[in-house]
């Protein structure tokens, strides 16, 4: 991986001045190149094949001094379009000489027959005179009807050359007619050949080409172009994941990234072929305004910046903004740290920003298509005319072609109401916006103002939108891409384009948070697949407290403790909107507890009494628990695939019993609260026994924790399994619906059996996402793992044989006496992009029951087995394990027996074990410049 420079890293050392304009002939001398070239050609006498390593080196030393200037230039602040340029300029150059020196001193047609006339084109993106360090060069080689024993030998030189010149080439050999003809059935092709330039040959035959083109493949064809080219956008965002604020986004082939951009470029160009050649003459066919031209360069501008400094940085064509990045390039365009935001964060916030930028670009081209009434084909119906506009009710707005429009420009400017009114009217009908209306209303956001804020109506609009729309997340999503739901609600402005500098959140906090309203919106609708959720909802008396408590919940996020600072902006935006201070301190009080269920459900034993009791005492009473439940699931939910899960489910749902159940009953005390647990574990003893008759003898033997922490169909599964008694039984089952593959393990205990266990499974190369570990009176162990393989999806899914296997290394585990062996950790550069603190908590507090250690640090391979040895070698009896992991961290609580004697002196020295064994990944962990200078900064503020 490149280095940064020192003036980059170092805070204290201010970046150069940002580098000049260029002109080639300071950078390459062209003629002074040619002149090597025939000197190498004279020195030899002729004989090409001793005078080509001469050649090679000249063509590559030019080459090599030009790309060195390009990276410099751009180290130096240089934006990543004037680098692309200066790119393309310097290979021009090399290129031309080459083809000089080939027509020249090695194939040399002194008086060219009309089958030796050749033409050569740069095409793709070097056809646009732009060239990213490590991209492909596109070449298109045109002749006049048929190949020629010259022309072809030229051609194979020139590649021969360039391909020892260590280029990756892409080249074609066409015709004129062919290249008609593959561009009437290639889309693709006919987007190369709009881009194509020509580099050198014969003009008269590129003349002739161009011409053939243009009125052959171009000329009255706008339409179906365009609609080529908006389903080929179309299928490359699906393919990408469809999401313009993923947090690793494509930086070239991305929702909003530089394929966006050129999109846009392809289109106009295509409309005006004679007039547009750069990015910036697309601005000038009157397309876009002077403003959307500046957002348009600036979009550029920005974007080539962060794919140049991507490829120098790796040294390959790298186009994913990957986490290990992301704090390197954030470094290098002098990104830091502000306040509680990190500066990768505040880097990413400006890459989203330029992608949504790109994306109002696209609706603003597609207005002004619509406007110019341009013909379009059947299955783009976008931009087909309806039989007329049908102006609504209100006067206001109009129904054209299918969309939302504005009907009477004033009267929607005139007052603020207007444009969130927009929104109400695109929800109520169920229709899309109009283009040209949501351009209108992001060029006017500012109607929206600390004065305006306040209109009732406005408010009451908006409001009406959130609790009574029949798509209140999609309403929200069109309001945030116009800028008007961050205008209107500021806190929630200030999350908008925000990251989060983990591998844990999939997405923008502003998208995050619309997800999870869209979630929300869908329980409250009634919609399957929520469950609990579902029938809770009928219950609330306060929606409009959870609906904004959603909105808000992560407005927090960059100022500090994201809860503590949640509350302060949620309570500064419900008095805004007017709410009574009850209303006010419910949805400030949701946002202030918004993880507290989560975290209890996943971190602690929500079997134990105390837990159960201190959760109750939180909530108060069942409205809180009913609206802080629905909030949970609804956030987890939104933050990413493969996030939600039956194990999930089961947690929260038996945590929300549990306290509903003590609540109820009015008595939280401890004892109260065991009895409750008691008599729930009695009942599924009792149905269990209806069910099969019989309950195995080892299942007898089991506490209230055990016929409490899993549902009924779960209960009965596990007696089936033991029926008949057996000693030892080891049974790997995928559960889809819990998220991973259970194994099921039952034995005899000893000193250690847990970590070996665990190590056994780690070594299968499967996560431990839970485990669950109980004790029967005779010492035999019923412990029930949930695995999950590296991307999140239960190991092992349609592979019995690796089922098998693991089931095989866990029974030896078992009853075997091989030494312990823990998995060497492997290093991961993305995951190596986090800081990381490990941490170790030992409470005697938590429980009644046991000891809690809580573990928190570094997600790694066979870090549960390593902890659960260490604490096997302290002679610590592992009670329970409730094992979470977040992205690149992980939190593991213990609930613990430890041995008599264990004084505060064995306590310290076991907390340092923990710890050593947290944080071995991190001693193997790739350096970084500005990972080594975040490091050092994190270890000034511990």
């Not at 005899?748 to 780690?762: E, K, M, N, T, V």
């Amino acid at each position: 991986m490149a280095q940064l420079e020192p003036a980059l890293v170092d805070k204290k050392i201010p970046a150069r001045r940002k580098p000049g304009p260029w002109r080639i002939a300071s950078i390459i001398d062209g003629r002074a190149l040619r002149v090597k070239l025939t000197t190498a050609a004279q020195m030899y006498g002729g004989e090409h094949s001793d005078a080509r390593k001469t050649v090679l080196d000249q063509l590559h030393s030019a080459m090599f001094r030009g790309r060195m200037i390009a990276q410099e230039r751009l180290q130096q602040g240089a934006d990543g379009l004037d680098t692309a340029r200066l790119l393309a300029a310097v290979m021009d150059e090399v290129l031309h000489a080459l083809y000089d020196y080939t027509t020249t001193h090695v194939f040399r047609a002194r008086n060219p027959t009309e089958g030796e006339r050749l033409a050569v084109y740069a095409t793709g993106g070097y056809g646009r005179s732009v060239l990213a360090p490590s991209s492909d060069i596109d070449l298109l080689f045109v002749r006049p009807y048929k190949a020629s024993a010259h022309a072809e030998s030229v051609i194979e030189y020139m590649l021969y050359m360039m391909w020892d010149m260590g280029l990756k080439v892409g080249h074609a050999f066409r015709t004129p007619q062919e290249c008609v003809k593959l561009a009437k059935e290639d889309v693709t092709i006919k987007t190369s050949l709009l881009d194509a330039r020509l580099l050198f040959g014969d003009e008269a035959l590129a003349n002739e080409t161009a011409a053939l083109f243009n009125t052959q493949v171009v000329h009255g064809l706008d339409a179906q172009f365009i609609a080529d080219k908006l389903e080929e956008r179309n299928n490359r965002h699906i393919r990408q994941g469809n999401a313009r604020f993923v947090v690793e986004p494509n930086v070239k082939e991305g929702k909003g990234g530089l394929r966006d951009l050129q999109t846009l470029y392809w289109i106009v160009k295509h409309m005006h072929p004679e007039e547009t050649t750069t990015l910036e003459d697309v601005m000038k066919t009157n397309v876009f305004t002077d403003h959307e031209y500046h957002v348009f360069v600036r979009a550029a501008r920005f974007l080539w910046t962060v794919r140049c400094h991507l490829h120098y940085l790796t040294g390959r064509a790298e186009e994913r903004l990957s986490f290990d990045l992301q704090p390197e390039i954030a470094a290098r365009l002098g990104y830091r740290d502000r306040g509680e935001q990190l500066g990768v964060e505040r880097f990413m916030k400006r890459y989203f920003i330029a992608a949504k930028d790109v994306g109002g670009l696209t609706r603003i081209l597609a207005a002004k298509l619509e406007a110019q009434q341009q013909k379009k084909p059947e299955g783009w119906r976008r931009f087909l005319p309806g039989s007329g506009p049908k102006v609504l009710d209100d006067g206001m707005f109009q129904v054209e072609a299918g969309r939302i429009s504005i009907a009477d420009e004033e009267a929607f400017l005139s007052k603020p109401c207007g444009l969130m009114r927009l929104f109400q009217v695109a929800d109520q009908e169920e229709l899309d916006i109009h283009p040209d209306a949501m351009a209108m209303a992001t060029r006017n956001v500012r109607l929206i103002n600390s004065v305006t804020r306040t209109d009732q109506d406005l408010i009451d609009t908006f409001l009406a939108i959130l609790l009574e729309g029949h798509n209140p997340g999609l309403a929200l999503d069109r309001m945030n891409e116009a800028g008007v739901l961050g205008r209107f609600l500021p806190e929630f402005g200030g999350i908008v384009a925000q990251t989060q500098f983990n591998m844990y959140h999939h997405y923008t906090v502003d998208e995050h948070t619309i997800r999870a309203v869209d979630h929300m919106a869908s329980m409250d609708r009634g919609e399957e697949g929520f469950g609990l959720a579902n029938r809770l909802f009928d219950g609330i008396e306060n929606r409009r407290a959870l609906y904004l408590a959603m909105l808000l919940h992560d407005t927090g996020k960059g100022l500090g403790d994201q809860q503590i600072e949640g509350m302060k902006t949620a309570r500064a935006a419900c008095e805004r909107l007017g709410l009574g201070a009850a209303e006010t301190e419910l949805t400030a009080w949701l946002v202030g507890n918004h993880l507290e269920m989560s975290e209890t459900a996943q971190k602690r034993d929500i079997s134990d009494p105390r837990t159960i009791v201190k959760f109750a005492e939180l909530v108060g009473d069942i409205e809180h628990l009913r609206l802080l439940y629905i909030l949970t699931v609804a956030d987890i939910r939104a933050v990413g695939p493969n996030i939600w899960n039956g194990w999930k489910d089961q947690l929260l749902a038996d945590l929300y019993h549990n306290t509903e159940a003590a609540l109820r009953g009015g008595r939280t005390d401890e004892a109260s609260v065991a009895a409750e647990l008691q008599a729930r574990a009695e009942s599924h003893r009792e149905a269990v026994l209806d069910k099969l008759g019989t309950i195995p003898a080892i299942l007898t033997e089991m506490d209230e924790a055990y016929w409490t922490g899993f549902d009924l169909e779960t209960l009965i599964t596990h007696a089936q399994m033991l029926s008949g008694n057996p000693d030892s039984l080891v049974k790997a089952q995928v559960h889809s619906g819990a998220g991973g593959t259970e194994v099921f393990v039952t034995g005899q205990d000893r000193p250690g059996l847990f970590a070996r266990l665990a190590s056994a499974i780690d070594g299968q190369g499967a996560s431990i996402i839970s485990a669950q570990v109980f004790t029967a009176q005779s010492g035999r162990i019923v412990d029930v793992f949930l695995l999950q393989d590296e991307d999140g999806h239960p190991f092992a899914n349609g592979d019995p044989s690796r089922l098998q296997r693991l089931e095989k290394a866990v029974a030896e585990a078992l009853t075997g006496d091989k030494p312990l062996k823990i998995v060497k950790t492997r290093p991961n550069a993305r995951a190596a992009a986090f800081l990381v603190k490990p941490r170790v908590m030992i409470s005697e507090e938590e429980s009644a029951q046991g000891t809690v250690i809580d573990l928190a640090g570094r997600d790694q391979p066979g870090l549960l087995a390593a902890v659960s040895a260490v604490l096997a070698e302290a002679n610590v009896t592992i009670l329970s394990a409730h094992v979470g992991s977040y992205g690149e961290r992980v939190f593991d609580a213990f609930y613990v027996k430890l041995p008599e004697g264990f004084d505060e002196a064995m306590k310290s020295s076991l907390r340092e074990q923990l710890l050593a064994a947290l944080g071995r990944q991190d001693l193997e962990a790739p350096s970084t410049p500005a990972r080594t200078l975040r490091r050092a900064e994190a270890a000034d503020s511990f």
